[in-house]
Nanobody, 115 residues
Framework: QVQLVESGGGLVQPGGSLRLSCVAS????????MGWYRQAPGKERESVASITGTGNMQYVDSVKGRFTISRDNPKKTLILQMNGLKPEDTAVYYCGATLWGRKYWGNGALVTVSS
């Protein structure tokens, strides 16, 4: 059974930083394409950042230069370092894994950026 467990969400002031982690189990993490997604109230889920099994990374324009995605394959862990947070970054952040055409999701971590 595939499990993706996010942690690290919380409340932060504008300009602050948070680090999200996602620990995977039950999946061949090394070969999985991993990504962070977010869904704000009343909006559709969007891709924030992704990293392939070979380390190729992509970011949505709104987070470029502020967010960094990384992965630790031996620890089966996906990281999203978020700096310079803005109120519009407020959302539930989901960890996603894609392997051999199948998509898996974590339960999400709430990030609230507010003063």
């Amino acid at each position: 059974q595939v499990q993706l467990v996010e942690s690290g969400g919380g409340l932060v002031q504008p300009g602050g930083s948070l680090r999200l982690s996602c620990v995977a189990s039950g999946i061949n993490f090394y070969y999985s394409d991993m990504g962070w997604y977010r869904q704000a109230p009343g909006k559709e889920r969007e891709s924030v950042a992704s990293i392939t099994g070979t380390g190729n990374m992509q970011y949505v324009d709104s987070v470029k230069g502020r967010f960094t995605i990384s992965r630790d394959n031996p620890k089966k862990t996906l990281i999203l370092q978020m700096n310079g947070l803005k109120p519009e970054d407020t959302a539930v952040y989901y960890c996603g894994a894609t392997l051999w055409g199948r998509k898996y999701w974590g339960n999400g971590a709430l990030v609230t950026v507010s003063s």
